[in-house]
């Protein structure tokens, strides 16, 4: 299954990456020192709060899809979860402090046409709406390819896709989170610093 998705939705894929890569976070943090980085990331949930959240959106959106469109049920796709040490928005955080996880991704068996490819964006927006997606990253309307994706205030990335000849599939990547024990800490731990630390404590 992992093998006709790649194939099918490749093109799509190349798509999504190429503009998801001119979208900035919507968190400037250009100006900020250590300090009021990881000030800004301490408003928000820690890494592990911040997956569990979006893993919950996740299955709402697939309930949603599956009974508005009568689909087959969600299986895990191919892409396990993945995390990513640092984030470019906040560079003076260093990876030992925060990161991004990528979800699990899951996908059903069957696509979602183009002319249905309206209500299934509508579906997607009713539900992370509610959860601060409302901005548009990408948003791909092709017979064969069809790419929806959200953010929210935090980079976190919702994406929808599908295909003519070719199953449909939910991915979500979260933005900056900090590390639960970073956040616990109270305070950022910086470059040298940590050099300075033993092995064996960092």
């Not at 969600?74 to 991004?100: M, R």
Request: charged share 30%; net charge negative; hydrophobic share 30%.
């Amino acid at each position: 299954m992992t093998t006709r998705i790649v194939a099918a939705l490749s093109s799509t894929a190349l798509i999504a990456l190429s503009l998801a890569n001119c979208t900035k976070d919507p968190t400037d943090t250009n100006d900020m020192n250590l300090d009021e980085q990881y000030e800004q990331l301490a408003q928000r949930p820690d890494r592990d709060e911040a997956k569990n959240n979006y893993e919950s959106l996740q299955e709402d959106v697939r309930s949603a899809l599956r009974d508005r469109f009568e689909l087959p049920e969600w299986e895990k796709g191919g892409s396990e979860e993945s995390a990513s040490p640092a984030c470019t928005e906040f560079p003076e955080i260093g990876g030992w402090d925060a990161g991004k996880v990528t979800l699990q991704n899951w996908v059903t068996e069957e696509s979602i046409t183009i002319d249905s490819w309206p209500d299934a964006k509508a579906a997607v927006q009713d539900i992370t709406g509610e959860h601060g997606f409302d901005q548009v990253t990408l948003d791909v309307e092709q017979s064969d390819n069809l790419t929806y994706e959200l953010m929210d205030n935090w980079g976190a990335k919702l994406t929808l896709m599908s295909g003519r000849s070719s199953n449909t599939v939910v991915s979500i990547r979260t933005g900056c989170h900090l590390r639960p024990e970073a956040k616990e800490r109270g305070r950022p731990i910086s470059k040298e610093e940590r050099r300075e630390m033993p092995e064996e404590s960092r």
